[in-house]
């Protein structure tokens, strides 16, 4: 089943909805914030979109993932996301990957690796773990150039300020 779930799924709609995400990521760098954005899609339709916000909010939970999970979550009345899709520029992190698996995503799409920090396996296998997540089909590589680079432009420009 999670085979035929992924190809029923065209490349063009996760682009698209990686577009979006994009579109977030590119905000969360206007604030100052690292440029990392979230957007969840549940059958085709655009449920949340969000981006990191830990520095304004004052809390270090508050990434894009975890804000896009939320608003989902009240919005449906439901803290189970079954058949959603989260688009996220960046490998989740490891907290943002148990928040995954706590909300029963059905699709986790991002665009770069996390070499630091992913918990998609990059440093943590938290997405895929056999025994944590049932049906979770995760896709990587969607505008990964893109994504790595407004990251990566964003840490050079700290660099460049001191
Ligand atoms: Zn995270």
Redesign the pocket.
């Known amino acids: 089943m999670p085979s035929s779930t992924q190809r029923s799924v065209p490349d063009a709609d996760d682009a698209h909805y990686m577009r979006l995400a994009l579109r977030e990521a590119q905000r969360a760098r206007r604030e100052n914030e690292v440029p990392v954005g979230a957007v969840i899609v549940r059958n085709g339709r655009l449920l949340a979109r969000a981006h990191n916000r830990p520095i304004h909010l004052h809390d270090p939970t508050a990434?894009a993932?975890?804000l896009a999970l939320r608003r989902v979550a009240r919005k449906l009345g439901n803290y189970r996301l079954n058949e959603c899709t989260l688009y996220v520029t960046i490998e989740?992190?490891v907290?943002?990957a148990g928040a995954i698996v706590h909300a029963r995503l059905k699709r986790v799409v991002f665009g770069a690796a996390d070499r630091k920090g992913g918990g998609a396996g990059s440093v943590l296998s938290v997405l895929g773990h056999p025994s944590l997540n049932r049906r979770l089909d995760v896709r990587s590589g969607v505008l990964e150039k893109d994504c790595a680079e407004l990251l990566a432009g964003f840490f050079r420009a700290k660099r460049s300020q001191h």
């Open positions: 990434h993932e975890i989740p992190c907290m943002c």
